[in-house]
């Protein structure tokens, strides 16, 4: 992955989940979770036509929270196209909206000069050769074995592939493609007793789709979802403990979240993440080696709506400040102490406190090793000390201070800078 190391610099980035599930606005696996039928859901298609679409707006968003990359759904399960693709009548020109979604998109996020994202789904619940199988909305049909004798995987593989193609040869430099996901082990049984397979590398044609998205975008990272290794893994709504490995090695990793639990717009779920909690979150992720790529679900008219903006702009304020222990940081190999995170950044050290201790914080195995402390927020002086050797030696020793302790002299209150 050392092809692209804008992407471990820039630590932060957004996930936009966007398509006809947020008209339902109950979740992007709705057809799923209530098994509507592909006819039924087509009424979603018909109304699609998102008038306050402005991807200006979510660049300026993404910028203001301090983002570096975006990342949108160009297709999720569902099968409902945002470009205009040649390969199928389900995408966004043929809808109310009447026009490709993708081209204006990218073309905002290299204004605003954010790095551009793809997501791309494998799972397709809309095409007639997808087969039926464990995770289809259409898996409790009597007659899906029946069904699945007329599907063909090798015909919508080459459906992927094309579809692929057309994203990566018609919008100039994608920088980024997450494919979501394969399920080789996930079977299933439909009610008469026919078995339902999972699906992996074969399906997709994993190895032959990897080398035609390197042949068309050399400077693209791929995840890791297509049964086989990728440049990065995509560890999902779980903060990992430290570094990742995909296919034998060590590789960088992106944590994806939501904000409240939902990718798609989800009307009704208030359930939302404040910004110091993702702050937190971000900062133990970039300790512990890793990015995050944090959701927003657009509304059916296209905008981000207002709570998740007022989250993202929270964040972009500690940013503002913060930055400089962020981007471009990484783990550190010392160990922080309770509630502390340590991120560094060549030769400087970032403590975070997760909680302000009281005045005096104790940092073991750094005496010596710091010629300056500052606070980041207002850079003001902070003063360090280390037990001389009588100290050590003798009864000020507090119990279970490791010698080689510093210790830092803090503000007895926590200053709001
Ligand atoms: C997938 C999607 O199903 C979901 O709707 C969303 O787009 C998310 C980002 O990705 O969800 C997954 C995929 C893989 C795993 C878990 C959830 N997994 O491998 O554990």
């Known amino acids: 992955m050392d092809h692209a190391p804008w992407f471990t610099e820039a630590r932060f980035g957004m996930f936009v989940h966007w398509g006809l599930y947020s008209l339902a606005a ?30 200006r707006e979510w660049a300026a968003a993404a910028k203001a929270a301090g983002m570096k990359y975006v990342v949108l759904t160009t297709k999720h399960h569902e099968g409902f196209c945002l470009w205009d693709t040649a390969l199928t009548e389900y995408k966004a020109p043929n809808t109310p909206c009447g026009r490709d979604l993708l081209g204006p998109y990218v073309e905002a996020l290299r204004e605003a000069g954010l790095k551009v994202g793809f997501y791309h789904s494998l799972i397709d619940w809309h095409h ?36 692929v193609r057309e994203l990566l040869s018609n919008y100039g430099q994608i920088d980024y493609l997450f494919f979501d996901f394969s399920y080789p082990n996930a079977g299933g049984t439909v009610p008469a007793g026919d078995k339902f397979p999972g699906k992996g590398r074969k399906d997709w044609g994993s190895e032959e789709l990897m080398a035609m998205v390197r042949e068309l975008q050399p400077g693209i990272i791929v995840n890791d979802r297509l049964d086989i290794p990728g440049d990065f893994v995509t560890p999902e709504q779980y903060q990992p403990a430290g570094a990742m490995m995909s296919g034998g090695r060590e590789v960088p990793w992106e944590a994806c ?21 993702l702050v937190r979150m971000l900062v133990d992720g970039v300790a512990k080696g890793g990015n995050l790529l944090l959701n927003v679900g657009p509304t059916a008219r296209g905008e981000i709506d207002v709570r998740a903006r007022e989250t993202l702009a929270g964040m972009g304020e500690w940013l503002r400040v913060h930055g400089r222990s962020i981007y471009g ?17 060549g030769n400087r050290l970032y403590v975070h406190l997760f ?39 003798g009864n000020m020793t507090p119990a279970g201070q490791a010698p080689g302790t510093l210790t830092l002299k803090l503000p007895i209150q926590r200053p709001n800078a």
């Open 26 to 55: 109950r979740h992007e696996w709705v057809m799923n979770h209530e098994r509507i039928p592909a006819a039924k859901y087509r009424k979603y298609f018909d109304h699609f036509d998102p008038d306050l679409y402005d991807p």
């Open 128 to 163: 007639p050769d997808f087969p039926i199988d464990a995770f289809h909305p259409d898996r409790d049909r009597p007659d899906a074995g029946e069904i699945n004798k007329t599907r063909d995987m090798a015909r919508y593989r080459a459906y992927l592939h094309g579809q």
């Open 257 to 277: 979240q939501t904000l409240n639990g939902s990718w798609g717009y989800d009307r009704d779920n208030l359930d939302y993440k404040p910004a110091d909690l």
């Open 329 to 345: 940081a990484g783990a550190s190999a010392l160990v922080p102490p309770q509630d502390c995170r340590y991120t560094r950044r």
């Open 355 to 393: 909680a302000w201790p009281f005045e005096h914080l104790h940092l073991p195995g750094l005496a010596g090793k710091v010629a300056y402390a500052q606070l980041l927020g207002d850079a003001s002086e902070v003063a360090m000390s280390v037990l001389d050797a009588d100290q050590e030696a």
